[in-house]
């Protein structure tokens, strides 16, 4: 504890002072080691007052100084910091705890970290105890069913506040800029809401130390992605899909350099997918679908971090760019649902970490690159609604589990031997020949269709 560190510091000088000195040293190093056990049994008393505040709920039943005298082993409780066993944290997820938030919950005066989240907690933004926090630099209060406008003092919150997470409640009204005004804001995580108007964006870009923004799925006022955004180089996860933005991606964002998620799916973005995001050194998790992005996809790809790509339910067009091979890592390749022309390059084929692609309902022709089916983790190769041609392969490998080829034009006869298959269809082509008269190549079936075929011979 700090006492007893700076005792430990003053002890040396002190040695050599008279007996009268090392009396009055002793009365002080004992009047610490009092005001530490007061300190203790302080918020012990505090913890128990805010246990009768909550209706003593049995999920608190452990909070009982007879049962256990040591308050720090009490559920949720993270003890430390200036005197021994000063209440630092509470963290009380997924407890189905009901009401409010108690009043002398910043009694604790000690408290910076407070994860109340997945609970079923209700009322207003819980202002009144949560202002007294002053150490406050984490609060946590997604997942439950608070209400209301959040109050426009709000940046009376512990100017230490470094994570705000309010997600998934139904706070309302509009998002205040106060919630701008805590300075040290690393997380601010405002999504699945229901705020409406417009959001503060010119007083959100000063937050300089801002790594993490979510204002998904509120239903804002339509309006554009807000170019002061550019200004918080410090983002790594930016997350505004279902909120209603219009116009395009700004190039501008190309100043976000620490990005490694950004989604900024299911909102009206219209023209192209700017350059920067295809180039981006450290981007791995980028979510664009469900938008009206039109244009085609470029040829220089060098976003080699890239993990998951969904580009899906756009207007894209022109070809899948053989560039593509430059993202090593890339494990989910989604672009279904545009209208994507060509073949699929064949250099797919050396992405050994591509898990699922998904891209049906485009154009694409020509015949898949017989290297495809050799894709060591392949597990989901949705291709329906294209204009493929070619036979499909003898073997389907058994680590693929679904495949759909529906709607295409592939010819030839139906592969013989698909052990990990779980769905395959690959109904209207133009496949020929008989059923297979021995099933037990396809042991893990429970979704087969084949019709709009010329297919014979009678089903096993
Ligand atoms: C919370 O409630 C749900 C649904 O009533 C229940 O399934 C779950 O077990 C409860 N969790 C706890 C920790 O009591
Ligand atoms: C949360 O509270 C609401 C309303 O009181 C109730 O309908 C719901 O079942 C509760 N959920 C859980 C997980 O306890
Ligand atoms: C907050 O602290 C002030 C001053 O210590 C006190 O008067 C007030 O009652 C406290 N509010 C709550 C909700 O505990
Ligand atoms: C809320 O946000 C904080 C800060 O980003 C994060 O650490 C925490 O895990 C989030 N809570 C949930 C339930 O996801
Ligand atoms: C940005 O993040 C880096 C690394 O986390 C940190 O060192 C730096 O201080 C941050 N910048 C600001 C302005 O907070
Ligand atoms: C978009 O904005 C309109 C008008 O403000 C609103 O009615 C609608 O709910 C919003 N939609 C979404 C998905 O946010
Ligand atoms: C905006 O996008 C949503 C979902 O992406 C869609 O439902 C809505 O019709 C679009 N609104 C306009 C005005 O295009
Ligand atoms: C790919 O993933 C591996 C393992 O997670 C990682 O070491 C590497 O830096 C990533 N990026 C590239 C370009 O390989
Ligand atoms: C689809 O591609 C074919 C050539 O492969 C082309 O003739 C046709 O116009 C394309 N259709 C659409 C809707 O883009």
Redesign the pocket.
Known sequence: SIDRQEGAMVLPTKLILSTIHLVLLGVLLLLAGTSSFQCSSVDQATLLAIKKQWGNPWQLVSWDPVANADHCKWTGMVCGGGCSGAVTGISLPRLNLTGKVPESLCDLPSLSRLDLSYNNLTGGFPRGPLYNCSQLRFLDLSYNAFHGVLPHDISRLSPAMEHLNLSTNYFSGTVPAAVAGLPALRSLILDKNQFTGAYPAAEISKL??L?KLTLAFNPFVPAPAPLEFSKLT?LSYLWMGDMNMTGEIPKAYSSLVNLQMMAICENNLTGEIPAWVWQHPKLKYVYLFTNGLTGKLPRKITAVNLIELDVSDNQLTGEIPEEIVNLKNLSILFMYTNQLSGTIPASIAMLPNLRDIRLFENNLSGELPATLWSLPKLIILDILNNGFTGALPTKIPENIQWLDVGNNKFSGSLPTSATGLLVFSAANNLLSGELPADMSKFAKLTRLELSGNQLTGAIP
Do not use: L
Request: hydrophobic share 25%; no cysteine; glycine share 0%.
């Open positions: 300089a130390r790594e410090n």
